[in-house]
């Protein structure tokens, strides 16, 4: 790997001191899936230690333990070679370990200014605020990470970016002795990133320790002191960054070699099924995006977070309507105002928050696969059991979902089966067209390759799939071609030929 | 927070319309006497107000309001008839509210139940054991230094007033500048991220409960000096009326969003109908019906306010 | 798991209904019994009714608070409909069905469309429609004698036995089931409940959904409000009251989660029934009506609080898989364990209070009636308009006193607040018990009749004080003066205080109130009649709260500066008024009216108070025990011209009244010499 610019020796030096922070054994399950399983990560005083692995690898619950959010079935957690007993939010941040996790844990409703010092100042809650000292402490810090934001700005009204800034300089904020970043420059610019790696160095040199996890590999080789690579919750090693190239990084992480993970086939591509003109949706922030996908087809849509991908799809999904443009479905117009315009129109969507969205966990595998389709499991608004148990049963056999029986709550599935219940409910609506947000998020490897398979089916069966993903190799390895996405608009559309990491990236950053 | 303004703006606007059409039909609605005896009857509903309005924004409710007043009432009342000195009389009726609200707060919090459920079932507890301990009667027979504080009454009145600006002015203080306060604000409006920030988020939830208590004591205490007997009926409904001014102050229901100052101004919109009604020779019998339209209204006016806004943004 | 989880909770309640039921087969005479069982029944029908249109609103993760003032609105519209309108009895009934889905329309139109917390909307209508119901009747309007084909509805029985709308019940009571546990929109508003989000991204029309339950939360109200009206024989403004929240209780007791998703029409009943059979049972067994509440609440947070604690355990993330049968188990047990101990102690606190009451009783039956051989101790029951009220408090302590003297056990009980449908339900219940006399003050007339003749049936004596029933339905009536005394000597006070001209204004109770607004209209008479230059200027309500009357009568007098006197007829409101013009420090508005001396003493002796008109209470309650003892051993019978009533020695007979005497004035000359 090429050398930062960073200066690497002075850090080895002290790299060699006891651990700053030591989890030990940690194990930790959730409902029917074990998230983490003996795992052993430590963290030495002044390095920056890369956590990297799949989505449901276990990076996020490691982190949660760490930070004492989660309480680990098993293990503990140690600094400065004592255990933290009764771990919690409160306590970690008072010992100096500090926390930027993927989704900005911001407070819309107060300011900048005071959503960064409600974490940062010692003390109790009865203690006096100084807004004064509040707001310049908060332009300094913002000033820090070269963010221009007012801290008197209510928080809600910012960009995802702009909160992400307001995360990091949070964390920045207290007298950081760990600092955990999780993903954190998936929504920044350029700049902004070289900004932080200014800081984390600065941080380093004071006898921070950093935990870092990201997606973008390459980032790694310039950050990373070591690497720990977590697989199915459990650690496949941890080695030097400067000894290892991507290619070992990847073999690590899904557990075989890239091009033996998708099983794409070559199925017969027929018409234009989903077209659509000139879409866009100011509420949304979609603008002027032209598609065409043709039946049996898999159009891959990458880009980076905040690049419209899903607000795309939630626009054809008439969650969020369009302003203008046109929505055609197999040759007829489709006006979509609603979600049951477009199920109606034939689309179908499997939303990215599988929780949230995707399934409702407390209902039964039954009502999830049928909650799409319950004017058709009923007579005269009554519902036929016999009907809903069959085509339940059906689904969950094809999907191959693996449940206590048809009667079990998804929260009781393990997140690959219940992304499989998602799109069992969508394919029972018969669509023409299948939206696919981020399928494989988050579901280990076994269930991952599953669903693919899945996407092939459908695509044989002459469906038109549209799939967003984050994850490139994915993109590359199912699609047929490949949209990119940034700031709202469609940058550029290539074939599964002519697509490249590479080139993928350049559209996508722009 | 835009939305929310937004229905405070439409309140104020209906209250500057109708203080319009006292101004031209009823002058006399603006002697001073009539605006400070409106603010003295008034006050005690206002600091229950206040106490309400923190434990919305903290995302939780509290219907046992009215009944925590009657109790506190009594036990005033009882405390003074047994000849304990004003200050501890009101330290010691603060406290029991503070006890009743905290009962709320720790079964909110540390047994899970929620407050809608809580403090229903207080309501009717709290309210049921009094009046089986008073069999209704009234406790009579007070102190002669306990109707206005001993001060008479031009000083009590005012002391009444001062005792509502002075909590009033704390708690638009406190919410502002003390941990607590902005602690109250992200509870309420993002709990899991509250907690991951290291936030005490139950410790705050059972202070909430516990505040609205202690401000519900002191209010029944400023109320019943204004009289030489304690009635034991009191506080019928003032749980609606408390939430009514907090939410038309425009306040969210769900937390993290309003402010005392809204809260002011509802309290002050609930306070004029009544006595508005009488100058301006409108019968009484729709009084109910003119609070239940103002509540609608504001809801349907922020609304139709805020999506014309939204729509005017985005072209 | 989960459906364990419900089963279990289900389980529980159902326990708690036999417990109850055992408790009460103990304590309660005949309680145990079938015509009480169907009582029961009669009781929960409009509280259940409005339980079952809740339960899919509290599923799909809403609430309407505004459903008992719905019932409040869909009375007088249908009184109105039918006596006014002239409409058949049927139109008028489909036309307030009608109004109760528009009323649930407008609670759906802005909750979805104008994105209203549902909270805050029904708190809005909550207000809306009882304040419209009270502006129709103008207050004091109240609709009755509707046809007997009609009032059958609601009094009487098919088969002799089966209250005739337990079949409506039931059928609503099936139709919320098919809705919530068999149907596509039950299913969805399942979903909504549980994530409303995930509603909306599976293609649920989630607005058309939400919109569809509080719809029928409206029409259901309306259905449990013409009900109601039958039940009571009579329409008011006030119908409801306060219903919304005892059903929201049962809903929640019964299993349903409060933010949604979880929840069952069975769970529902059940919780209805532990409510019912709850107060039903202390009624037969004579306990305190205050126990209800207490136990009700306890209940219900003892049970949420068990319930909550295993689901939170279970999200906190602990497994949820097939090894936690066992914990799941213990879980049950300790639900049912905790459950028992609450009912434990609340029949221990029942016991308590019970022997406690005996211990207070059994004196007199040693001391007081000496000679007499003591065959058979008497039970006279005993029931004042509202247990709280300041005034029945003080007729209390006489009928204490005469109950003593002649050796009988008193029951004083009554509904705990002015709610018309609770009398109904005590003297049933006393029916139930089997009591030698009943003795009513009758709050609503047409529709306790029909009951108090029932006792009559049966065997039981019945008198009515203080106000009367249909004539036929009871025995005596001891009168304390009649409305027309009341009025006549109020307007003679007010013109003799006002020196014969100007303005005075009254303050009343609520403004629903039966008595009051009888009262007002024989002041209206005399006034007209024989005092022409009075003038009475307006009457404002005081909700019997002695601070209200205090800042209405504030702002009277500055409205009216010329008014010269404020009659309060409600006992809070004398003292409230008279502090209000103490504080004004104004000589030349004066107070008088109807309450309690002791309550107004201060205000008597500094003159702001001139007078207030009161017979006297204690001995009201003392004829009143008198007077059911000798109707029970046959002294008071048809065509008696006078009674030898203990203390109070020889009292009249005028036809079958018991009559007091005139109401006493209280001035500040004679008012030292009572005391209550």
Same mark, same amino acid.
């Given at each position: 790997?090429?050398?930062s ?7 080895? $030096? ?9 989890a ?12 983490? /399983?003996q ?11 890369a ?35 009764h ?8 010992l ?31 203690r006096?605020i100084? /807004? ?33 800034l307001?995360?990091i300089?949070?964390?920045?904020g ?5 600092l ?10 350029e700049r ?10 600065q ?9 870092? @996890?990201?997606h973008?590999?390459?980032?790694l080789?310039r ?34 070699e890239?091009?033996?993970v ?9 018409? %234009?099924v ?6 866009? $949706? ?17 159009? *891959? ?7 419209g ?10 969650? %969020? ?17 609603k ?27 039954r009502?999830?696969a049928?909650?799409? @389709? ?9 519902l036929?059991?016999?009907a809903?148990?069959?085509?339940a ?8 979902v ?8 998804? $929260?009781?599935?393990?997140g ?5 219940v ?20 988050? &579901? ?17 069966a ?6 967003i993903?984050?994850?490139?190799a ?21 074939? /599964? ?5 590479e ?5 996508? +950053? *722009? | ?9 439409a309140?104020?606007i209906?209250?500057? #319309? ?11 609605f603006?002697?001073g ?14 600091? @229950? ?52 609200g ?6 909110? %919090? ?12 207080a309501?009717a ?5 009094? =009046? ?23 000083q ?9 600006? +002075?909590?009033?002015g ?11 306060? =902005? ?8 709990r899991e991220?509250?907690?991951?920030a ?16 202690a401000?519900?004591g002191?209010?029944?205490l ?11 009926? !009191?506080?019928?409904?003032l ?13 969210s @229901?769900t ?6 100052w809204g809260t002011l ?30 509540i ?12 014309r806004k ?6 | ?8 909770s ?30 029961? #029944?009669?009781l929960?029908?409009e ?13 799909? *993760?809403?609430i309407?608070?505004s459903v ?33 889905l ?14 209203g ?13 009882r ?13 009755s ?31 919320y089931w ?7 929109y039950?299913r ?20 058309r ?5 509080y ?28 219903y919304? +929240? +005892? ?6 007791l019964?299993?349903?989660e ?9 769970g ?8 019912v ?12 009506a205050?126990?209800?509440g207490i136990?009700?609440?306890a ?19 602990t497994? #949820? ?19 028992s101990?609450v ?5 221990l ?6 022997w ?9 039956? $040693? ?16 029931m ?22 002649i ?12 709610d ?6 005590? #003297?049933?219940?006393?029916i ?49 003066a ?19 001209e100007?303005?005075?204004a ?5 403004l629903?109130a ?20 009075l003038?009475?200027?307006? &009457?404002?309500p005081?909700d ?10 504030q ?17 809070p ?25 002791n ?26 025990v008198?007077?059911?003892?000798? !109707? ?8 008696? %011209?006078?009674?030898?009533?203990g ?11 018991v009559?007091?005497?005139k109401p006493?004035v ?11």
């Amino acid at each position: 790997m090429h050398t930062s610019k960073y200066n690497r020796p002075l850090v080895v $030096s002290k790299a060699v001191a006891a651990p700053l922070l030591e989890a030990h054994g940690i194990g930790k399950r959730y409902g029917g899936v074990r998230a983490l /399983r003996q795992v052993s990560f430590d963290l030495r005083a002044g390095e920056v230690h890369a956590l990297v692995g799949e989505n449901g690898a276990g990076k996020s619950t490691l982190i949660r333990v760490l930070t004492g959010a989660v309480q680990p079935d098993e293990g503990v957690v140690r600094l400065d070679g004592r255990v933290i007993e009764h771990n919690s939010p409160h306590r970690s941040r008072a010992l100096g370990i500090a926390a930027i996790y993927q989704q900005p844990a911001i407070f819309p409703d107060l300011t900048v200014a005071e959503n960064i010092a409600l974490v940062n100042e010692p003390g109790g809650l009865a203690r006096r605020i100084d /807004r004064g000292a509040r707001r310049a402490q908060a332009k300094e810090l913002l000033r820090a990470i070269g963010a221009e934001i007012d801290p008197e700005r209510e928080a809600g009204r910012l960009s995802m970016p702009e909160q992400q800034l307001v995360e990091i300089a949070k964390a920045l904020g207290g007298n950081v002795r760990v600092l955990v970043l999780d993903e954190p420059t998936a929504s920044l610019t350029e700049r902004e990133t070289e900004k932080l790696f200014g800081i984390l160095q600065q941080l380093r040199e004071r006898g921070a320790g950093i935990i870092y @996890i990201s997606h973008r590999l390459e980032e790694l080789g310039r950050i990373a002191d070591r690497i720990t690579v977590l697989r199915d919750g459990e650690t496949m090693g941890t080695r030097q960054a400067a000894d290892t190239d991507v290619r070992t990084l990847i073999r690590l992480m899904a557990g075989r070699e890239l091009s033996a993970v998708f099983p794409k086939r070559a199925v017969k591509i027929g018409e %234009t099924v989903l077209d659509v003109r000139g879409l866009t $949706s100011a509420a949304a922030g979609i603008r002027d995006v032209s598609l065409q996908v043709r039946a049996g087809e898999i159009l *891959g849509v990458a880009g980076l977070v905040g690049a419209g991908r899903t607000q795309l799809a939630e626009t054809l999904f008439g969650l %969020t309507p369009a302003d203008s443009g046109s929505i055609r479905v197999a040759g007829s117009e489709a006006r979509i105002q609603k979600p049951e315009d477009a199920i109606r129109a034939g689309i179908a969507y499997v939303p990215e928050d599988r929780r949230r969205h995707g399934v409702v966990a407390e209902l039964p595998v039954r009502a999830n696969a049928t909650l799409a @389709i319950l004017q058709r499991i009923a007579k005269g608004g009554l519902l036929q059991s016999a009907a809903e148990n069959a085509l339940a049963e059906t689904w969950v056999s094809r999907l191959g979902v693996k449940t206590d029986g048809i009667d079990a709550p998804v $929260s009781s599935l393990s997140g690959g089966n219940q992304q499989k219940v998602a799109i069992a409910r969508w394919i029972a609506t018969e669509p023409r067209v299948l939206i696919l947000d981020e399928p494989t998020q988050g &579901i280990d490897v076994g269930a991952k390759a599953e669903c693919h398979r899945i996407m092939c089916d459908l695509a044989e069966a002459g469906l038109a799939i549209v799939m967003i993903s984050s994850e490139l190799a994915e993109i590359l390895g199912m699609s047929d071609r490949v949209a990119v996405m940034r700031g709202g608009r469609v940058t550029g559309v290539m074939d /599964r030929a002519a697509a490249t990491a590479e080139s993928i990236l350049e559209l996508a +950053l *722009g | 927070m835009n939305a929310m303004r937004q229905r405070a703006v439409a309140i104020a606007i209906f209250w500057a #319309v109708l203080l319009a059409v006292l101004a031209w039909r009823a002058p006399g609605f603006f002697a001073g006497s009539n605006i400070r005896d409106i603010a003295v009857i008034n006050a005690p509903a206002l600091i @229950i107000a206040l106490g309400m309005t923190v434990v919305i924004l903290a995302g939780e409710i509290d219907v046992s309001v009215g009944s925590q007043f009657a109790v506190a009432s009594v036990v005033a009342g009882l405390l003074a008839k047994a000849g304990v000195p004003l200050p501890f009389v009101a330290l010691l009726t603060a406290g029991a509210g503070a006890v009743m609200g905290g009962i709320n707060g720790a079964l909110v %919090t540390w047994l899970g139940v929620p407050s809608i459920v809580a403090t229903l079932a207080a309501m009717a507890f709290w309210r049921e054991l009094l =009046r089986w301990f008073t069999q209704g009667a009234w406790v009579q027979g007070l102190p002669a230094g306990f109707q206005w504080m001993g001060f008479g009454q031009a000083q009590g009145e005012l002391a009444i007033l001062v005792c509502a600006a +002075l909590l009033f002015g704390v708690m638009v203080w406190a919410l502002r500048n003390v941990q607590a306060g =902005r602690a109250v604000y992200a509870v309420g409006s993002q709990r899991e991220s509250a907690r991951l920030a290291g936030i005490p988020v139950s410790a705050v939830s059972f202070g909430v409960f516990t505040l609205l208590g202690a401000l519900t004591g002191i209010a029944a205490l400023l109320d019943s000096v204004r009289f030489s007997e304690i009635q034991s009926g !009191a506080g019928a409904g003032l749980e609606l009326k408390a939430i009514s001014a907090v939410v038309i102050g425009g306040t969210s @229901i769900t937390g993290g969003r309003g402010n005392t100052w809204g809260t002011l101004l509802g309290a002050s919109v609930l306070a004029v109908i009544a006595p508005a009604l009488t100058f301006l020779g409108i019968n009484a019998f729709w009084e109910k019906a003119i609070q239940g339209a103002i509540i609608l209204g504001a809801i349907v006016l922020e609304r139709v306010t805020t999506s014309r806004k939204m729509k005017a943004h985005a072209r | 798991m989960r459906v364990e989880n419900r089963a279990g909770s289900e389980r529980a309640l159902a326990f708690l209904i036999v417990l109850e039921v055992a408790v009460f087969a103990f304590t309660g005479p005949n309680f145990f019994s079938a015509a009480n069982a169907f009582e029961v #029944v009669r009781l929960g029908v409009e509280l259940g009714l409005l339980a079952l249109a809740l339960t899919p609103v509290i599923v799909s *993760g809403g609430i309407d608070l505004s459903v008992g003032s719905m019932m409040g609105l869909c009375a007088v519209v249908f009184g109105y409909l039918w006596r006014d309108l002239h409409l058949p009895i049927a139109a008028a009934a489909a036309c307030t069905l009608l109004a109760g889905l528009l009323g649930g329309a407008l609670n759906a139109l802005v909750i979805t469309r104008f994105g209203g917390a549902p909270l805050i909307v029904t708190l809005g209508t909550y207000s809306l429609f009882r304040g419209i119901a009270e502006g129709l009747t103008r207050g004091v309007d109240n609709f009755s004698q509707f046809p007997p084909g009609f009032l059958y509805l609601g009094q009487g029985y098919l088969g002799g036995l089966v209250p005739a709308q337990t079949p409506l019940f039931l059928l609503f009571a099936a139709f919320y089931w098919l809705l919530l546990h068999r149907s596509i929109y039950g299913r969805a508003l399942r979903a909504i409940g549980f994530a409303s989000d995930g509603a909306r991204w599976a293609g649920i029309p989630v607005n058309r959904r939400l919109a569809l339950v509080y719809t029928l939360s409206g029409f259901t109200a309306a259905v449990a409000s013409l009900i109601y009206v039958a039940h009571l024989g009579q329409a008011r403004s006030d119908a409801g009251t306060g219903y919304e +929240l +005892l059903a929201i209780t049962a809903v929640v007791l019964g299993g349903t989660e409060i933010m949604g998703g979880r929840g069952s029409i069975w769970g529902t009943l059940l919780g209805l029934g532990a409510i019912v059979v709850l107060q039903n049972g202390l009624r037969v067994s004579a306990f305190p009506a205050e126990l209800a509440g207490i136990l009700t609440s306890a209940i219900l947070v003892s049970t949420i609080a068990i319930g909550r604690r295993s689901v939170g355990r279970a999200a906190a993330g602990t497994a #949820v898989t097939q090894e936690d049968g066992t914990e799941e188990e213990e879980m049950k047990n300790s639900q049912l364990a905790v459950l028992s101990a609450v009912i434990l102690a609340g029949s221990l606190i029942v016991a308590g209070s019970n022997w406690w009451l005996v211990q207070s009783v059994r004196p007199a039956a $040693s001391g007081g009636a000496g000679s007499a051989v003591p065959a058979k101790r008497l039970t006279l029951a005993v029931m004042p308009k509202a247990k709280g009220d300041p005034y029945f408090v003080s007729c209390r302590a006489g009928a204490e006193e005469a109950a003593k003297q002649i050796g009988a056990d008193l029951i004083w009980d009554g509904p705990t607040d002015l709610d018309p449908a609770k009398q109904n339900e005590v #003297v049933e219940a006393w029916i139930t018990r089997g009591v030698d006399a009943i003795s009513v003050a009758v709050v609503n007339a047409p529709g306790l009749s029909t009951v108090l003749r029932k006792a009559r049936a049966k065997g039981i004596k019945v008198l009515t004080w203080d106000a009367d029933a249909q004539p036929d339905a009871r025995d005596f009536f001891v009168n304390q003066a009649t409305p027309q005394g009341i009025g006549d000597t109020l307007a003679d006070e007010a013109n003799r205080i006002m020196g014969g001209e100007g303005d005075f204004a009254i303050i009343t109770g609520a403004l629903t109130a039966a008595n009051q607004n009888e009262w007002i209209k024989f002041i209206k008479a005399r006034v007209a009649a024989k005092y022409p230059k009075l003038n009475l200027i307006t &009457i404002r309500p005081s909700d019997d709260d002695r601070n209200r009357a205090f800042s209405e009568a504030q702002t009277l007098m500055k409205v009216y500066p010329k008014m010269k006197l404020i009659m309060a007829i409600s006992a809070p409101a004398v003292p409230g008024a008279a502090e209000a013009v103490k504080q004004s420090g104004r000589q030349d508005v004066k107070v008088t009216g109807l309450s309690l001396p002791n309550m107004c003493k201060p205000y008597v002796k500094a003159g702001i108070a001139e007078s207030v008109v009161l017979w006297n209470t204690g001995n009201l309650g003392y004829l009143v025990v008198q007077a059911s003892k000798m !109707a029970v051993d046959g002294t008071l019978r048809p065509g008696a %011209t006078s009674i030898d009533a203990g203390r109070l020695g020889r009292i009249g007979i005028d036809g079958d009244q018991v009559v007091l005497g005139k109401p006493l004035v209280f001035t500040k000359a004679n008012i030292d010499q009572y005391d209550f």
